[in-house]
């Protein structure tokens, strides 16, 4: 577990979140639809449970967001070279959750736990273009951006983009 503040911490993911998550996913559907590609195949508690399964399987560090015992959202690592010591670092946050900061400690934390006790010596964050919310976090701490790497998939039908951010140790 990792102490963000008094009463707001990261604990590693495990089976018994997917409820959790499958409902924080299904409450802010119409939100999350417009940035997170995964929503709409994310359609009952076992596509929850299967994501947790891949990311154990993983070995990667993926974290609920939990404010006392109320989960928040998501936050962690995938795609995790050691050979290069890269690694993507993703997050999402129930919408009632948002502008308080949680995301950008959490980031903070996250990174600075990366350089320090894993060897990583670059992170990448990925934001859709239109995302200004979660364009501003990597900003916020001094990522460098990286670029747009345009029209690089498809959601919901439409050929979108990504900012690409990175920062290094």
């Known amino acids: 577990m990792i102490c ?13 979140d997917a409820q959790e998550i499958f409902d924080a996913i299904d409450t802010n559907r119409p939100y999350f639809e417009k940035w997170l590609p ?9 596509d929850s449970l299967e994501y947790i399964l891949s990311v154990i ?4 560090l993926v974290y609920a967001i939990r404010e006392g015992e109320t989960f928040l959202g998501i936050i962690g690592f995938k795609e995790t070279n050691f050979d290069t010591k890269t690694t993507e670092l993703g ?3 129930k919408e009632e959750y948002q502008g ?3 995301i950008t400690k959490g980031v903070k934390i996250l990174c600075e736990n990366a350089f320090k006790e894993r060897g990583i ?9 239109g995302n200004n919310k979660s364009k501003s ?12 790497d345009k029209d690089t998939f498809c959601y919901n039908k439409v050929v979108e983009s990504y900012v690409y951010y990175k920062d290094y140790n």
């Open 4 to 16: 963000i503040e008094e009463n707001l911490y990261l604990r590693e993911i495990c089976r018994e």
């Open 38 to 46: 995964f929503v709409p195949f994310t359609k009952s508690i076992n």
């Open 57 to 60: 399987n993983s070995n990667e």
């Open 91 to 93: 997050y999402w946050l």
């Open 100 to 102: 308080r900061g949680i």
């Open 121 to 129: 010596k670059r992170i990448i964050i990925k934001v859709e273009v």
């Open 137 to 148: 976090i990597p900003e916020r701490l001094g990522f460098v951006l990286q670029g747009i």
